[in-house]
């Protein structure tokens, strides 16, 4: 195998190890915070996340916020390194860059507006669903195809 295809395995299997326990993290965090709230009759934890019993709600939505920046973070440096480093387009990588921070932003204003009350439910909605589509390889699984559509471009 060459070293670009093991670099490909690699993060296939990165992506693929982060996304499983930031969905297993998440969901137990929002099981307890819901117990918490008692919206449900038991948190029901895996058994490796019942230490999440012993933090207070405020922790627990503290620590929604720390792993949702973290996991926007670690998405964006995969994304970074698969488009420089294994696809060589450092051009695509600085776009990415930008639609990246713009995706980011425009959540937290969706964010900021829902606190305004008017159609509060929707408006976090939307910005939740910006921020998932951050923390997951959706962006950079974008950018993939434009680049073999930008090579095609280029070639005829």
């Not at 070293?3 to 930031?22: A, K, M, P």
């Not at 926007?72 to 698969?82: R, T």
């Not at 990246?100 to 008017?118: D, P």
Request: hydrophobic share 55%; with cysteine; charged share 15%.
């Amino acid at each position: 195998m060459t070293r670009r295809t093991l670099s490909i395995l690699f993060i296939l299997l990165l992506v693929i190890l982060i996304g499983s326990f930031r969905e297993i993290l998440f969901v137990n965090l929002n099981q307890q915070i819901s117990f918490i709230q008692g919206d449900i009759p038991d948190n029901g934890l895996l058994d490796y996340m019942h230490f999440l019993e012993h933090l207070d709600l405020q922790t627990l939505i503290l620590l929604k916020w720390v792993f949702t920046l973290l996991y926007c973070a670690l998405f964006w440096i995969i994304g970074k390194y698969i488009l420089n480093k294994i696809l060589n387009w450092n051009e695509g990588s600085n776009w990415y860059t930008i639609v990246y921070v713009s995706i980011f932003i425009l959540a937290g204003i969706l964010f900021c507006l829902g606190h305004l009350e008017f159609e509060k439910e929707n408006f976090f909605r939307l910005s939740r669903l910006f921020m998932g589509a951050l923390q997951s390889p959706i962006p950079v699984l974008i950018f993939v195809p434009l680049l073999f559509l930008k090579k095609r471009l280029e070639t005829d």
